[in-house]
């Protein structure tokens, strides 16, 4: 439960960025980078 934790308040810290970069990027852009996590292993 610890570990969630921790990883919840990382993902926290990192949203604010993330948004930052998404807002930078063109709708073509951003589908691309939408579908990256389907490629990637567990």
Excluded at 13 to 31: G, H, N, R, Y
Aim: net charge negative; hydrophobic share 45%; charged share 20%.
């Amino acid at each position: 439960m610890e570990k969630r934790l921790e990883a919840m308040q990382a993902a926290n810290l990192v949203q604010p960025a993330l948004d930052e970069f998404c807002a930078t990027l063109s709708s073509e852009q951003k589908a691309r980078f939408n579908t990256l996590g389907q490629f990637a292993g567990p």
